[in-house]
């Protein structure tokens, strides 16, 4: 394996903070809007805008050809419509805290999925840094749990978003992209879109949304800063290394709780802080080279 780029730790970094604040926007949107109206107007939106910058604003990017669009439609189904369509409808049954604290499950199913469908030989930093993190994320969540909004519905539906996307992040590593960044995303959030709209109309009571600032200030975000920049940033650490990419979704919910605490209201202890120095050891223990 190479060794890793230290000009992979500012986009790294800047994925966690952003990616942290999916959890958070959502919970203000799904306050206003059905959880899959929210997901829908966010992907077709997102997926519109993405396309017109690649291929109004940008020139020379190549349209997808052939079995490009079959993995783009495989991609989309579990990166886009099974994952972020499961994961807002868990964020109506489960705290802001929750949610952040299931992107640390992602590091876990990758690795596994990483050894078993890219027969790939795990190193034992990686491992060490996967259990250190593990735990100090556990470490830091241990308060909110005790008082955070669940139900078991919504914490199984968090579980399978979360294998659905770590299956897609093995999925796109498996092959070698000829489409930009971009254009892969702008796609696959556009297609995610569409297949998750028939879902929508059928099941959604589209009539109780109320399309007020809080809507549209949330589904900005979450277009934005979380779709398009954190996206953009998770393609370019996939492409490095998918293992050591999930190495930064540690981060994630120690992030959350931060974004949380100031805007929902939930508590930092001294759990919070023991666990985020876990975290940073883990990782750093899981990114040193061989």
Do not use: H
Not at 46 to 69: C, D, H, I, R, S
Not at 204 to 224: E, K, N, P, Y
Not at 277 to 289: D, E, N, S, T
């Amino acid at each position: 394996m190479p060794n890793p780029r230290p000009a992979l730790l500012i986009p790294g970094l800047l994925f966690a903070m952003l990616w942290a604040s999916a959890s958070v926007a959502t919970k203000f949107g799904v306050q206003s809007a059905e959880p899959l109206v929210l997901a829908t107007v966010r992907f077709l939106i997102a997926g519109v805008g993405m396309l017109l910058v690649a291929y109004g604003f940008q020139k020379g990017n190549p349209m997808p050809t052939g079995v490009e669009w079959k993995r783009l439609i495989i991609f989309a189904t579990l990166n886009t419509t099974v994952y972020l369509g499961l994961f807002v409808l868990a964020l109506k049954q489960v705290s802001a805290g929750i949610g952040s604290l299931s992107t640390a499950t992602n590091p876990l199913f990758i690795t596994l999925m990483s050894a078993i469908f890219l027969r790939r030989k795990l190193r034992w930093q990686e491992g060490a840094g996967l259990a250190l993190g593990l735990t100090g994320v556990c470490m830091a969540a241990y308060p909110l749990l005790g008082q955070a909004y669940a139900t078991v519905e919504g914490l199984l539906i968090l579980l399978v978003s979360m294998l659905s996307v770590s299956a897609a992040t093995v999925y796109y590593a498996r092959y070698t992209w000829r489409l930009p960044n971009l254009v892969i995303n702008g796609w696959q959030v556009l297609i995610g879109g569409l297949l998750i709209l028939p879902v929508t109309l059928l099941t959604a009571d589209v009539g109780a949304t109320t399309f007020d600032g809080r809507f549209w200030l949330s589904v900005g975000w979450l277009i934005g800063p979380v779709s398009v920049v954190a996206l953009q940033l998770w393609f370019r650490l996939v492409r490095t290394d998918a293992v050591r990419a999930s190495l930064w979704l540690f981060l994630c919910p120690i992030f959350g709780f931060a974004y949380s605490y100031l805007l929902l209201g939930e508590p930092i202890t001294g759990y919070t802080v023991a666990g985020t120095v876990l975290v940073v050891a883990g990782l750093g223990i899981g990114r040193r080279p061989n």
